[in-house]
Structures are given as structure tokens and as C-alpha cells.
């Protein structure tokens, strides 16, 4: 057996058998040490597994890279099953793969394991750690490692393996720990030595509520200490930032059990801020040539059957209504409606696109289980549009959408604009060379602008391919955002026509496209990407007046009602708790700016301004506050 070796531009044979460590350490690489794993023909695998017989070429996995922290990661949940079966001998083990944050493991254990457990797992983590355990890796034929998973292995191993296509399969062995593992993992237990225990839970064998509840210990692991301590920074900085939590501090939202789980109470302040967005929305809309539309809330049944989504989208619709003897749905979706005012007339090549837009709210069912405040919900708002245009069009049109796209996310000061080209998923209708052409439009349409883009196979709409624009928060987090589908499939359905310039009639195409996705989910964002802390233009109130005394609560109201008449969100509190208390007050609601008013102010003319970051900005005329805060309230 010889192994050809290609590895930074040098070329080696080596009689094997023969690992990835031995040839670069004859090889005299100075990286070594520093490596976790190796890629071989584009796989990450282990450093001392044998390498295959022919032509290889071998590239470093270094732990901060996404590949090296992926091992890191699937390493450490080794590490933690071993731990825990140290602290409890007679625990079973199910699964315990990396994440994009971490890792976890799914235990069977003798007792309900705890969150008072962790710190004796940790320990006992460390332990091993120290132990410097090498992984390693053996292979067997299935029945034989069936016969291991009776003696020893546990009914979940067992499952696994009697599933299993291939004839025979690997283990991972460190300390006294071995799992039925694909691998590939780090070259010993010292490697893991940035690492945290995170929280429990509950998780169902194979994700199904019919089989036993298992327990789930989630952790996460770096490649350095300092990795993960900003790592955890971060974490307790965004659970300060939580939607679900700033919505009760800061009086944005609710919910009630008496009306329905996922069904949204916009309260004052969050429905300033969303007026505030909606009108910056259809401002934009009119500007670019959109036409506003409104359609009714409950449609007839027989559209989604047309449509495709009753066939396709049934589960996550609601049940229908009888209405004169004939069923009905609360719409899931805006785009049946939008094609209904397309067919109400003959449509020209001239007409078209014709693009309409609607704040169209919609209901969709979705789990009880997986409801979560503003970002996953039953009814929303979409910020829809259906454009409808000549196929030759169709991918200048895309490419206005996308600008379109860009210029609305520009003011909220997002970190970092992701896209992500979607592509046909299981479900779906239409022929496959529709779906080959629509695809490559879009690709098309990127191609020209110059912007790179992630591939998510699988990912698009039933009707159509998809580009996502995804955000990052001031955190880093990624968020998908706008969305803008093509569409060949509903205008077929349909029945969609346009006469074009030949006089002849044609099928037009149709652009799907939100640009926040729905506004409960965007405002959600926003009220963590800015922790609650809405910029001067957004922020529902920009203002607040403080009278210090009794004697100076006329010029206080003088003074609301003039930023107010200059179209300033004011709130006077013109009470009689102290100062202090009311500047408190303030704060804690994240006014931008606070202006006092004692004797001295009113009898100056002039105002105490207070940012709720810089603090005392010192005194300063009516006029001159008046004229800096309609300069900064502007849209950026």
C-alpha cells in the first residue's frame, strides 16, 4: 500500500499504513502542534487515522477555524459523556453531536440529572482533561457492534445500528468511555480545556413526544480561554437584551392566554415605534413605483386549493370555517389576494411590472412548543409584495428589488447584510426545468451585482427559489430578514395573462418579497440589536420634561408643548416626585434625551439637557434643543 501525499506543494510517498501525523511530522511541518485534525481530499478527520491508499492531499485544521472548533466541539460532548458516566455509572447514552454554539448530549440517566449536578460534571471534566486520554478510533462489523450495544451500549446505540446501511462502522474511545461514533475528533482529552456546562432540559428520543424523555446538558467549548469568556460576555449581554424581557420592562408588548398563545398586544410604546417603521415603509413603497392593496383576512378555500398551499402548507394552516355552507380559511398569505386584483382587468405589456404592496396580516398554526415571543408567533404582519412582469424582465426586476431590499435595512444600522440563494425543497411544485431556470435567474441577478452569497440546498419556497437577505445584530447573531421569491408556478395556476407588444397573449411572472420578513419578528430583532435602546428617529419617546418644583411646571408645559408642536414625542412629567426619581424613571425606559426645568431655566428661557448615555450636557437654550433634536430625529 503507498500513499501519495500532496501537502503545501511538496510531494511524498510513503509505504503505509500511515497516518496524517506521522507524514507531517517527517515532513518536519512546524505547524503540528498547533493542529486539531486534518483535512484529507477536502474531509476533516482525525490526525492519527490511517490515511488511504493512492493520491491525498492533506490541508491543517487549526482550532480557532469553523472546521477545527466543529471537533473541538464534538470532542467535548465525548469529554461530558465520559464525565457523566463517572459521576452516574448507570446512565445510558442516546446522542451527543457539536452545534453552531456548542454541543450536547442526550442522557438516559438512574436519576434526574440537575442543574446542581453540573459543577461535580464539570469537575470531573477537568479531571479528564488532565488525564490527556487519547481518542481512538476502532472499527467493527455491524452485528458484532450489535452485540456490543446489547452487552453494553444501550438501547439508543442499539437503534442506531440496526438502522445502520453500512457493513461496519467506528467507535470512539477516551479514558473509559466508548461511543459509536463517526468521529473525527481532537487527538487527546488536553485539548479541551476552554469549555462550560450551559443548562438542562428535556428532549424526546428522536424528537417524537410518543418516545422516552430524555435529558439534554447542553454546553459550548473554544479553543482558547479567552475565546470563551467573550463568548460568555456576549451570552449574559444578550440575555440582558431579550425581546421577551424588554418587552415587559419597557411596556412594548403582551400576550394573553385568553385570547390565544402567538397572538401579539402591541402596546403604545412598541406601536409608536411601529408606526414609525411602517411609515418609513410605505414612504419608500410610493417612491418606487409600488401600488398600496388591501385584501380581506378570511378567504375562500377553494384559492388555496388553486394555489397549492392547501395541499402543501395544510399543517400550518387553520381549520376552516363554514361560511354559506362553503369553507373558508384565515389567510395564511397574502399572494392569492394580490393575483385576484391582477385578474380583475386585462393587463398590457405596458402595465407591467405592476407591483403591489400590502401590510398584509396573516395567521399561521404553528406548535405550542415552539412559540416564542415576538419572533415566532400565530398572527403577523407581512410587509408583502407580489410584482407581476414579462419573463424578460423578470431579472431587472429582481435586481431593483434587491437595491430595494438594501435601501430599507440601511437606517437601522444592522452590523453586517448576509445573502443566502435558496433552492428547490422537497415539497414543491412545478416542473424541474422551471425551477432550473428560475434558479439560475437569481443567480444571474447576483452574478451582476458582484455579491457573494451562501448556497442553502433545499431552502427555497414551494413555489419557487429564493434569495435571503440575512442581518447581523450589533451582537453578531444572524437573522434572516427580506426574502424575495420567483415565482413561475401561481401565475400557471392561475391562469395569469398579459398581451405583449405582439399583440399575442403571454404568461407573466411573479416576484414574491418581504423586506422585514414580518413586523413583529423585525421589531423583535430590533428591540435586542439595539437593547432596547431605539435610536432618536425610532424611539417612541424622544423626550422627556421634568418640572423641579410646582413654580416651574408652567414653562415645563411651555416647553412640551413646544418640541411637540415641532413634531418631537415628548412626555412631561410634571409631577411632584424629586428630580432624582424622575430622572431615574427615565433611564430606566431608555428616553434618548431628558430636559430639566428649574427656576434658573425658567427664568433663562433655556433647558438641563441629559442624554441617556453621555448624562449632564449642561444648560442650553429652548431653541437651540428644539433645533438639535429635529436635526437628529431625521431618518438616517
Not at 477545527?68 to 457523566?84: C, D, Q
Not at 430524555?214 to 480561554?225: E, K, N
Request: with cysteine; net charge neutral.
Amino acid at each position: 500500500m503507498v500513499t501519495k501525499v500532496v501537502f503545501k506543494g511538496q510531494t511524498k510517498d510513503f509505504a503505509g499504513p500511515v497516518s496524517a501525523y506521522d507524514v507531517l511530522k517527517e515532513l518536519r511541518f512546524d505547524g503540528l502542534k498547533a493542529m486539531v485534525a486534518v483535512k484529507v481530499n477536502g474531509e476533516v478527520r482525525d490526525l492519527h487515522r490511517s490515511l488511504p491508499a493512492g493520491s491525498v492531499s492533506l490541508e491543517p485544521v487549526s482550532p480557532e477555524s469553523a472546521d477545527g472548533l466543529e471537533v473541538i466541539r464534538h470532542s467535548a460532548a465525548h469529554l461530558m459523556a465520559t464525565a457523566v458516566k463517572r459521576v452516574l455509572p448507570d446512565t445510558k447514552f442516546a446522542h451527543g453531536p457539536a452545534t453552531e454554539d456548542g454541543f450536547f448530549y442526550d442522557f438516559a440517566a438512574p436519576r434526574p440529572i440537575t442543574e446542581e449536578d453540573l459543577p461535580a460534571i464539570e469537575k470531573e471534566m477537568n479531571r479528564i482533561v488532565k488525564e490527556d486520554a487519547r481518542f481512538e478510533r476502532t472499527e467493527m462489523p455491524v452485528p458484532q457492534a450489535l452485540q456490543w450495544a446489547q452487552r453494553e451500549g444501550g438501547p439508543f446505540k442499539r437503534h442506531y445500528l440496526e438502522n445502520e446501511k453500512n457493513s461496519v462502522v467506528s467507535f470512539y474511545k477516551d479514558s473509559d468511555f466508548i461511543d459509536l461514533c463517526t468521529g473525527p475528533h481532537v487527538p487527546s482529552t488536553r485539548w479541551l480545556k476552554a469549555f462550560k456546562l450551559l443548562k438542562i432540559t428535556g428532549a424526546y428520543w428522536l424528537g417524537d413526544s410518543k418516545n422516552q424523555m430524555l435529558t439534554r446538558v447542553y454546553g459550548t467549548a473554544f479553543d482558547s480561554a479567552d475565546r470563551l469568556q467573550e463568548w460568555i460576555r456576549m451570552r449574559e449581554e444578550a440575555e440582558k437584551r431579550k425581546h421577551t424581557r424588554l418587552g415587559k420592562d419597557l411596556d412594548l408588548f403582551s400576550t394573553h392566554q385568553e385570547v390565544g398563545a402567538g397572538l401579539i398586544h402591541w402596546h403604545p410604546n412598541a406601536g409608536r415605534v411601529r408606526y414609525l417603521i411602517e411609515r418609513y415603509w410605505y414612504d419608500l413603497h410610493l417612491q418606487n413605483g409600488y401600488n398600496l392593496v388591501y385584501t380581506p383576512h378570511i378567504v375562500s378555500e377553494e384559492l388555496y386549493r388553486i394555489s397549492g398551499h392547501l395541499e402543501v402548507f395544510n399543517d400550518s394552516m387553520y381549520g376552516a370555517l363554514l361560511i354559506d355552507e362553503k369553507p373558508f380559511r384565515v389567510k395564511p398569505m397574502n399572494c392569492p389576494g394580490h393575483i385576484m386584483i391582477y385578474k380583475t382587468g386585462v393587463r398590457s405589456y405596458r402595465d407591467l411590472p405592476l407591483r403591489y404592496a400590502e401590510m398584509g396580516t396573516v395567521y399561521r398554526y404553528e406548535a405550542s412548543g415552539v412559540l416564542h415571543g415576538l419572533t415566532r408567533v400565530r398572527g403577523f404582519t407581512i410587509d408583502d409584495a407580489h410584482i407581476f412582469v414579462a419573463p424578460e424582465k423578470v431579472e431587472a426586476e429582481l435586481e431593483r428589488v434587491y437595491r430595494l431590499g438594501m435601501e430599507f435595512l440601511r437606517p437601522f444600522q444592522f452590523k453586517d447584510v448576509g445573502v443566502v440563494l435558496s433552492t428547490r425543497p422537497a415539497k414543491a411544485i412545478g416542473r424541474d426545468e422551471d425551477w432550473e431556470r428560475a434558479t439560475q435567474a437569481l443567480k444571474n441577478v447576483l452574478q451582476r451585482l458582484g455579491q457573494p452569497y451562501e448556497l442553502d440546498e433545499g431552502g427555497g419556497a414551494f413555489y419557487g427559489p429564493k434569495i435571503s437577505l440575512n442581518i447581523k445584530d450589533s451582537l453578531g447573531r444572524s437573522w434572516q430578514c427580506s426574502t424575495f421569491q420567483f415565482d413561475f408556478n401561481l401565475p400557471e395556476r392561475f391562469d395569469l395573462k398579459f398581451v405583449g407588444e405582439d399583440n399575442q397573449v403571454h404568461r407573466p411572472y411573479m416576484v414574491h418579497r418581504a423586506l422585514m420578513g414580518s413586523v413583529e419578528r423585525f421589531f423583535g430583532v430590533l428591540v435586542e440589536h439595539y437593547g432596547g435602546e431605539f435610536p432618536l428617529w425610532l424611539a417612541p419617546v424622544q423626550v422627556a420634561v421634568f418640572s423641579v418644583t410646582e413654580k416651574e411646571v408652567e414653562y415645563a408645559r411651555k416647553v412640551a408643548d413646544r418640541l411637540r408642536a415641532e413634531g418631537l414625542r415628548v412626555q412631561l412629567d410634571d409631577g411632584n416626585d424629586r428630580i432624582s426619581y424622575k430622572i431615574r424613571a427615565a433611564t430606566l425606559q431608555k428616553v434618548p434625551y431628558m430636559l430639566v426645568v428649574g427656576a434658573r431655566e425658567a427664568a433663562a428661557g433655556s433647558v438641563a439637557v441629559r442624554e441617556r448615555r453621555e448624562g449632564d450636557l449642561g444648560p442650553t437654550s429652548l431653541e437651540g434643543v428644539v433645533s438639535t433634536l429635529k436635526e437628529k430625529s431625521r431618518i438616517p
